[in-house]
């Protein structure tokens, strides 16, 4: 299987730049376990890293294509990322979201001008090619697609140029787009650097699957139980064999791990992270990882209100 | 009197440059009113700007006067600068805080390696003279010091730098010395941008001051009310001269516009800002300002848990 190139993350990086933020390297003087330093990625202009690949899978598209619109079917951060880059192209983007879904979501994804298309819920996939036949759009995958990994790469490349000599960066990891992106700069760039990913445990699929050295299925009601809801993917044959050759290895962290490790983040780095966005950091103070200057990437910043007030105030 | 230039800035962008973070303009494409840029500063090691002018204040000490020391007196971010900037000189740093001060303030100081010297309420300003004379250490002033408002004055090159067709630039004022320094900046390299200071109604002592077009007098149990603990003082001379000769405006905010701009923050910028850091978006939110593209800066982000907790679940 061909892997995502170094070169075709350098790209990526000139095409996201101007809309992707160039997010620093925050150091965490605070940090209770050695030297911290945060990515974070939960100030991108829609809360999450995704902006960086949905942008670069669109600008990748030819003029033909793009006149056609855009599909993606998603309820949360990959929504607004396509919303979000197809309207900076000026172009139309439909996003299948099931009836089920929180209004605030809804609101969030018309807010960036796409067209919001409800459908049955466990209906979305289909739905998406039904209106990818209908009117000709190209549809953005969430994780499954090398423009999509390479441009969530430009992370990595980010944080090599600003820590060359990082001994271990903290990756969440899902359906994997972000991690095999991240991971191929890295170890491309700075081999010495050892790349691992955080999954929750109670969607720990992908450890499973780097255990038994194929993918290994979880039903979607044991992935659904984590209150990490951007955790609750499982892995692709693409982003899975990029993981087998950059991934260093991987750990789990609980439930009550993830909210501690959003209750520091708020409390001592000034940063909202949802669950899924802080198992980084939940990784880095509650498992023993390679000792050294850790990066953590929080990917996401997208949680619901009433999640947050009740995290900080327990 | 002699202000300070655009050249004392850029010199000390050099100084600050790897110590205080290069913090990203944030795009807020949720903003309700108008294209709205975040400068974050609450992104800083120590949790707000003051690292800033603290360290462009030591480093242009001289090695003599840095091996006897500096010592300031403040119980929030600027003791933490303070003691953050001398640990990186490796120095040593008395801060004089009173008796009543909160412990998690205290420990929060003592974590970066400074020395805390307990002193009655009200003798704060005498202690600290009292260790300079014991000890021929310097003392680091909060604002009112041309290389305090040079180190703060950094952040206002960077906007300028990445925004220059900025239409307004929104900053807290208080002591004066951020404003000072980001107008100081900003008028300079930037005239057509506007820099408006917002300031708590319950503590508008500069409002008053800039319309009289001199300094007037609040008493500290007036400016006591705010629940903007970083923004109780008053202008030096020298802060008031640079705000006289270079802010475009300011304008007040009640406590629950200031309440409902550290909520808004959290839920749609993913960023926790104190009170006294989230003014400036309050100003933004709730009073009518030059239009076009505005930038509000987030001054810090020391906010106690509880009080963070309470804000957000009401």
Request: overall charge negative; hydrophobic content about 45%.
């Amino acid at each position: 299987m061909d892997l995502v190139t170094l070169a075709d993350i350098e790209a990526a990086a000139g095409r996201v730049a101007g809309t992707a933020v160039r997010t620093p390297l925050l150091p965490c003087p605070w940090a209770p376990r050695g030297p911290l330093w945060l990515k974070p990625e939960n100030l991108q202009p829609i809360g999450a890293f995704k902006i960086r690949g949905a942008y670069n899978t669109i600008a990748r598209m030819t003029d033909e294509q793009r006149a056609l619109g855009v599909v993606a079917y998603s309820s949360g951060n990959h929504a607004q990322a396509v919303a979000y880059a197809a309207r900076e192209f000026g172009i139309r983007a439909w996003i299948v979201v099931p009836e089920d879904t929180p209004r605030v979501k809804i609101d969030a994804t018309r807010a960036h001008g796409a067209e919001v298309v409800l459908c049955a819920v466990g209906q979305r996939e289909t739905r998406a090619y039904e209106i990818v036949e209908e009117t000709g759009a190209t549809l953005v995958p969430p994780f499954d697609h090398p423009d999509v990994i390479a441009g969530q790469g430009t992370i990595g490349l980010e944080i090599a140029d600003d820590l060359p000599d990082a001994d271990v960066v903290l990756v969440p990891v899902s359906g994997g787009g972000l991690i095999s992106g991240v991971a191929t700069a890295i170890k491309n760039r700075s081999p010495k650097t050892q790349v691992w990913a955080v999954e929750p445990e109670l969607a720990a699929d992908t450890a499973a699957s780097l255990a038994e050295g194929r993918l290994v299925d979880w039903s979607v009601a044991d992935r659904n139980r984590t209150i990490a809801d951007g955790l609750r993917s499982q892995p692709s044959p693409l982003t899975f064999a990029h993981q087998q050759a950059y991934v260093d290895g991987i750990v789990t962290v609980s439930e009550d791990e993830i909210r501690a490790a959003v209750a520091l983040l708020a409390h001592k780095a000034n940063l909202v992270a949802e669950p899924s966005g802080a198992v980084s950091v939940a990784g880095y103070l509650f498992r023993d990882l390679p000792e050294g200057k850790a990066v953590a990437v929080i990917s996401g910043g997208n949680v619901d209100p009433a999640m947050l007030s009740e995290i900080l105030s327990s």
